[in-house]
């Protein structure tokens, strides 16, 4: 089937737009009509090459969501019509030891499977071909969101009731459950427990969210443009810094009583920016990294650093269970008290995505958003 695709054809230079040839969906693989994809700064970390994969052309895009347009053979949890979103998250499998105890984010049967270890790229193969019937790449290895359609096995499916516009459904896939899934995840904040979270785009916005769900006080906005800083505060911060005009640590140290934060949240990328994130630490402080380029080596942190106490983890997606948390997030959404489409503050069509990523990179929005 042809279609329309975003495609990268050289790091660094324009997106093009190009007319690709999709395959039809195999056996446990779902074909989907995008409706909306969120711009992530890991796609932007990929079109300029950071993530240390070098396979194009490729199609990106991660943050999606879509009709199931046509299923493969022993397909269940979906049929043509459904409204789903698409994440990098995989639902578990439901007999491995993980799934068994409630643990699917690490379920054995649907790990992420790095396709290039040596260099941490994700990029694998995807379902397309372009004009010249040469196979086209993917940026996350799963799946391709920068197109009319994209090919996706269904345990990276989760479905949306009508009511959830799906521009919202989108944004909800990456951003939300990557920096409020962590919160609660990761973080494991407690009330009354100090939260600093270091940028204020849609991922930043959201853990500020989670902390806040979670009790925390005070929670503290730290970002270099007073516009997104603004914003922060009707997420939910209680405190707003400004790493530009301001010492970071000095301020964080002031504002938590000269203890440092029980809890930092890095949602952008930059091993020196996690140097500062790590300084902002009370003696047992906890930093969850969430944020990330490629190449980012920890050679920058010594041993001796950790002994007090502090500590440094990882955070893929939020550690959500897909089918349990979505849903969970979608009534907090409907209630209020998640706020989702406040943070949509640019819309672009297919052929305008060079100005999406153009938009993001100059970072004065909170997310952008493709519609098909």
């Known amino acids: 089937m042809k279609m329309k695709a975003a495609v990268v054809n050289e790091f660094g230079k324009p997106i093009s737009i190009e007319e690709v040839t999709i395959e039809p969906p195999g056996e446990g693989e779902v074909r989907v009509r995008v409706a909306a994809v969120g711009v992530c700064h890991t796609d932007l970390h990929g079109v300029k090459g950071e993530h240390g994969s070098s396979e194009l052309p490729a199609i990106f895009g991660h943050e999606v969501s879509g009709f199931v347009d046509e299923v493969g053979k022993n397909v269940t949890y979906v049929k043509p019509g459904d409204r789903v979103l698409i994440s990098l ?8 030891f993980y ?11 649907n790990k992420i499977r790095r396709v290039r270890p040596e260099t941490g790229g994700l990029a694998g193969p995807s379902r397309c071909l372009n004009k010249d019937g040469m196979r086209l790449w993917q940026l996350t290895g799963t799946y391709a969101g920068f197109a009319e359609y994209t090919i996706v096995r269904e345990e990276h499916l989760c479905k949306v009731d009508p009511d959830i516009p799906m521009e919202t459904a989108a944004v909800l ?6 920096g409020f899934g962590a919160t609660i995840n990761r973080s494991q904040i407690k009330p009354f427990e100090s939260a600093v979270i270091v940028g204020t785009g849609g991922v930043g916005l959201s853990a500020i969210q989670g902390a806040a769900f979670c009790g925390a006080h005070p929670v503290i906005a730290v970002d270099i443009l007073d516009s997104k800083l603004e914003a922060a505060r009707s997420f939910g911060a209680t405190h707003t810094i400004n790493s530009a005009k301001v010492d970071p640590i000095q301020a964080v140290m002031e504002l938590t009583d000269g203890r440092g934060a029980d809890h ?6 930059g091993i020196k920016l996690k140097r500062v994130g790590f300084a902002m630490l009370s003696v047992r402080g906890r930093m969850v990294m969430i944020g990330h380029a490629g190449r980012e080596y920890m050679n920058e942190f010594e041993v001796t650093e950790f002994m007090g106490g502090r500590s440094i983890f990882g955070s893929a997606m939020g550690g959500i269970n897909l089918r349990v948390d979505i849903p969970r997030m979608l ?16 819309r672009y069509s297919l052929e305008q995505i060079n100005e999406a990523f153009a938009s993001t990179e100059k970072g004065d929005v909170l997310r952008n958003v493709v519609l098909l």
Do not use: F, N, P, W
């Open 89 to 96: 998250m995989k639902a578990g499998c439901g007999e491995c």
């Open 99 to 109: 799934c068994q105890v409630g643990q699917a984010v690490h379920c054995v049967k």
């Open 331 to 346: 009534d907090l959404y409907r209630t209020g008290r998640l706020k989702i489409d406040k943070m949509i503050t640019g």
């Open 173 to 178: 896939s990456c951003a939300v459950i990557s």
């Open 264 to 269: 930092v949240l890095m949602t952008v990328a």
